[in-house]
């Protein structure tokens, strides 16, 4: 289920969010002027800033990286773009950009996944969720593809080729073969090509990095601009709370799960259980910043709804532990478990709809 239909059903199902109750229009009036009282900029400042800290960390580790593929791209233009010679003649350096550009690429990752959710869950900023993080590419499906074409330096134009963070990853990780240059790669030179060893192609490496350094100082101004409204946070928490089957979805098909037999270009470097984590962490950020208004209506709620957000971002965080302590579970499993933090997730969204009918403040969509 995509967000927006989730979001749909709760609006229609919950008291005070849907249908054409003739009292619901004076009762939102009078509740937003108090609202406009209770939540201020004041109280959103944690959010901001939280938002604010890691897209300026995000813009200075695609910077990097970036550098890092233009420097590969120089190497690779010396040999006429001949991978094969590009490894024999340089495998040393080729070796050094490449692990240096897949640490730069793992240290980018959380300073994204942490704010994922304001990012995604606010209509003013969520493209950039789909450029960087979510949106598909155009032979996967066209209505959720990338808004953007990359541009190589002999002519191609990748159209819509998916979001930036899987594009680098499988390039360098080795996991679409269509990304990569026509050479084997056996960085190590044991005579094997293992899981994380690729070469990727460098007009492609080169484009989709100039373009991931470009998108994130963009979201990384926008952040500074966005002045967050109460509406923008409680859209957040329901939009990007009730996510967790599509995220469990993606980590049974992963490397985390299937191992070797895991056919997913990209989740296989850093565990979704992970990037969960690290969402629910930003919500919980955003949470801070509504509850005491929330609590002014509705203290005994308020707390029960903070108290289910922990609890669901506990079970993610347990279930990280387990798996960075080596426990492997296997797909039934991970079906289950992600069932059971939907309906953790979808129960918290459903209290913070009501909390926002409560309070008159709309939930965008």
């Known amino acids: 289920m995509t967000r927006l239909a989730l979001l749909g059903i709760l609006l229609v199902l919950l008291p005070g969010c849907g249908g054409d109750g003739s009292n619901d229009a004076e009762t939102t009036s009078t509740a937003a002027g108090t609202t406009n009282a209770a939540i201020g900029a004041?109280?959103?400042a944690g959010v901001k800033s939280y938002l604010t800290d890691h897209t300026v960390q995000l813009k200075s580790s695609t910077e990097n990286f970036a550098a890092l593929a233009e420097e590969y791209d120089a190497l690779a233009k010396g040999v006429d773009y001949d991978h094969a010679r590009l490894l024999a003649e340089h495998r040393d350096e080729v070796t050094r950009i490449l692990e240096d550009a897949k640490q730069t690429w793992t240290e980018a990752n959380p300073h994204y996944e942490r704010v994922e959710g304001v990012v995604a869950g606010t209509?003013?900023?969520?493209?950039?969720?789909?450029?960087?993080?979510?949106?598909?590419?155009k032979e996967e499906d066209p209505e959720s593809a990338v808004p953007f074409d990359l541009k190589l330096s002999d002519g191609r134009v990748l159209e819509q080729p998916g979001n930036l963070f899987n594009l680098t990853e499988s390039m360098l990780w080795g996991t679409r073969a269509d990304l990569a240059g026509e050479a084997e790669a056996d960085l190590d030179g044991d005579g094997k090509v293992e899981f994380g060893e690729a070469l990727p192609d460098a007009r492609v490496l080169a484009s989709a990095a100039e373009a991931f350094q470009r998108y994130a100082a963009q979201l990384d101004t926008e952040a500074g601009a966005w002045q967050p409204t109460a509406s923008d946070a409680f859209t957040a928490l329901v939009v990007m709370v009730p996510t967790m089957s599509e995220y469990f979805g993606q980590w049974k098909e992963s490397r985390f799960i299937r191992g070797d037999a895991a056919n997913s270009d990209s989740f296989n470097v850093v565990s979704r259980l992970s990037d969960i984590n690290d969402i629910i962490?930003?919500?919980e950020v955003v949470y801070d910043g509504v509850e005491p208004a929330m609590a002014d209506t509705d203290e005994a709620g308020a707390e029960q709804t903070g108290t289910e957000l922990d609890e669901l971002g506990a079970f993610i965080a347990d279930l990280q532990t387990q798996e960075e302590d080596?426990?492997?579970?296997t797909p039934e499993q991970a079906d289950q478990l992600g069932s059971d933090a939907q309906a953790r997730a979808e129960a918290v969204a459903g209290q913070v709809s009501q909390h926002a009918a409560q309070l008159g403040i709309e939930i965008q969509q």
């Open 42 to 44: 004041d109280d959103l």
């Open 326 to 329: 080596g426990r492997r579970f």
């Open 281 to 283: 962490s930003g919500l």
């Open 123 to 137: 209509p003013s900023l969520a493209e950039y969720d789909i450029i960087l993080d979510a949106g598909s590419s």
